[in-house]
T-cell receptor
């Protein structure tokens, strides 16, 4: 149980285009989902927290107009990187929790390369 | 504010040696959770352990063991008789319910390289 999927697992896009990453909880209802970004050889940095049906809460320094997060249902959250640039190339990881226990279930990650 | 410190960035060991990863945390709260995750080269985070602040018992799971010392705010992780498959980055993380929604603060990670 407690499986989180991400799609796509990797994506290459051209500079200036937008790319959407999906995060799904497959066997539980995720009241809260988190989006992390991880640059090579660095730790996970929390980008934003999203609660189902509410606007996402962004961490300081994360541009909310560039990283659009939608959590429209209890099993799906999406992260859209708008007008992507090479510096947005990173590993994006989502996690989900149903708030019943203090644990997050992580997706397998999406590797974004912007050329 | 939460803070998790993993001082050693990269650790190389010869296969079958033991390796201990240090994790020191800071929090003002009495109720919190500590985690260890493994991130192999594939990138997917693998959950290893969760420990709440009221449970100071050490834990052993196969070749893995954890030592939780509240007095020194440390939650160290030992791999006994390391194997090449243990090569990965290991992250210590802290969840403080005060922040709500189970937000996690991660340490910088320990890159473990097991040399055959």
């Amino acid at each position: 149980g407690a499986v989180v999927s991400q799609h796509p697992s990797w994506v290459i896009c051209k500079s200036g285009t937008s790319v959407k990453i999906e995060c799904r909880s497959l066997d539980f209802q995720a009241t809260t989902m988190f989006w992390y970004r991880q640059f090579p050889k660095q730790s996970l940095m929390l980008m934003a927290t999203s609660n189902e049906g509410s606007k996402a809460t962004y961490e300081q320094g994360v541009e909310k107009d560039k990283f659009l997060i939608n959590h429209a249902s209890l099993t799906l959250s999406t992260l859209t990187v708008t007008s992507a640039h090479p510096e947005d190339s990173s590993f994006y990881i989502c996690s989900a929790t149903d708030n019943s226990i203090y644990e997050q279930y992580f997706g397998p990650g999406t590797r974004l390369t912007v050329t | 504010a939460q803070k998790v410190t993993q001082a050693q960035t990269e650790i190389s060991v010869v296969e079958k040696e033991d390796v201990t990863l240090d994790c020191v945390y800071e929090t003002r709260d009495t109720t919190y959770y500590l985690f260890w995750y493994k991130q192999p080269p594939s990138g997917e985070l693998v959950f290893l352990i969760r420990r709440n602040s009221f449970d100071e018992q050490n834990e052993i799971s196969g070749r893995y063991s954890w030592n939780f010392q509240k007095s020194t705010s440390s939650f160290n992780f030992t791999i006994t008789a390391s194997q090449v498959v243990d090569s990965a980055v290991y992250f210590c993380a802290l969840s403080d319910p005060v922040y709500g929604n189970n937000r996690l603060a991660f340490g910088k990670g320990n890159q473990v390289v097991v040399i055959p």
